[in-house]
């Protein structure tokens, strides 16, 4: 692989520590997947934040980069176990509370945005089309590749940490226009709302795998949506981007391409709900994974205006959101419902066990997906509107 005298220099050491251990992981991956070069990159987003996650060992390594490491690029940082101010609201205890914050304060220090968010691309994090990224964090990755254009591997934090530092990535995978093709071409009906774009993720995630599909047959979808549709096919499957006809800004250019098709009714869509269908009450109800947008917390406020939430509801997003949503009075109006809007976490990287939660409610596919999956709960796969009836019941 192709280094250039800069790169040759922070391999051997002479930039520092940090510099060389992250040099040696991207060279590391660019030999394995037979990158013939390193490319520089315009941002970064890191995934792995939670203690329960890093542990001891992993904040040992990272405090050993962070002794002379500084990130060269925007870099953005993936949910941690908690919301940062009121973890102690969400009953987390205090000594996963400062273990998570000395995570935190690590990344802080190697001058990593402490963003907390799976939604980047909502908080400042916003690559331009054809721009070449490191982001972890699938749900991130797949809607950067499919609806920015921008163009990233499925990195790992590791990886993306590496790429930060160094402000560059192994030129292997989707940078490369030849390996952002369509494999398979997906006729679908059109998806009525998040909920059924997230249904359908669900669904053709199982069917392509870490394939990369093209949905025909979607007349219009809000960005939203999108990312719902995304997050689904990431997580069930490994799709790490796919094409719109119509839509997502690269579709165009595979419009007479030969590729397997496959056929999803709405039958199928409807399916998905039935498969999460527990009749245990759930401990806590969810929304936000993804992390809400500002439009989504509006209509949630909206829905909410009058009501009294009777069971747990987390409204889960970033702290960005959620300061435009407090000058809009968008919070005020969930937290006068009952509702809680927790910024920084959500529970899938959150120990909502040790908090007694044994069965959840949520509008997510991925949340439903990595709930039951992942932290061992019963999962209710309910739309928008369902999941705050039941809250409100």
């Not at 992390?291 to 406020?301: G, P, Y």
């Not at 205006?305 to 949503?325: D, I, Y």
């Not at 949520?362 to 039941?390: D, F, H, I, P, Q």
């Amino acid at each position: 692989m192709y280094l250039s005298k800069e790169e040759e220099r922070m391999l051997v050491g002479e930039l520092g520590y940090a510099a060389q251990k992250a040099m040696e992981i991207l060279v590391a991956l660019g030999k394995i997947y037979d990158a013939e070069k390193l490319v520089p990159i315009t941002s970064a987003h890191i995934s792995g934040v939670s203690y329960a996650n890093v542990g001891e060992d992993g904040l040992e390594f990272l405090e050993e980069l962070a002794s002379d490491g500084r990130v060269l690029v925007q870099t953005t940082l993936n949910p941690a176990g908690m919301d940062l101010d009121k973890w102690s609201l969400m009953g987390i205890d205090r000594e996963f509370a400062e273990n998570q914050l000395r995570v935190i304060d690590v990344y802080r220090r190697m001058g990593v945005k402490i963003t907390c968010t799976c939604t980047p691309y909502l908080v400042g994090n916003e690559p331009r089309m054809g721009d070449h990224i490191a982001w972890s964090e699938s749900s991130a990755v797949v809607y950067a590749n499919s609806v920015i254009g921008a163009k990233t591997n499925r990195e790992s934090g590791i990886s993306a940490l590496a790429a930060a530092i160094t402000g560059r990535t192994p030129f292997y995978g989707l940078h490369l226009k030849e390996n952002r093709q369509p494999t398979v071409e997906v006729r679908v009906p059109q998806p009525n709302g998040e909920f059924e774009f997230a249904c359908l993720g669900m669904i053709v995630g199982r069917l392509v795998g870490d394939g990369i599909p093209l949905f025909r047959g979607i007349l219009h979808a809000e960005p939203d949506e999108l990312k719902a549709l995304g997050a689904a096919l990431a997580s069930v499957g490994g799709v790490p981007m796919f094409h719109v006809d119509g839509i997502t800004p690269e579709a165009g250019e595979y419009v007479d391409r030969s590729m397997e098709r496959l056929t999803v009714t709405e039958s199928d869509i409807k399916s998905v709900k039935e498969e999460y269908a527990s009749e245990v009450d759930p401990d806590l109800i969810f929304l936000g994974c993804p992390h809400l947008s500002l439009m989504e917390l509006k209509r949630i406020a909206s829905f909410l205006a009058g009501k009294n939430v009777r069971k747990k509801l987390w409204l889960c997003c970033s702290k960005s959101v959620k300061l435009e949503a407090d000058k809009l009075g968008i919070t005020q109006v969930i937290e006068a419902a009952g509702g809680t809007v927790v910024c920084d976490t959500c529970p899938i990287v959150a120990p909502v066990k040790d908090l007694g939660v044994t069965a959840v409610a949520t509008n997510s596919a991925k949340g439903a997906w990595y709930s039951r999956n992942l932290n061992n709960l019963c999962v209710r796969l309910l739309s928008t509107e369902e999941c705050l009836r039941e809250a409100t019941k």
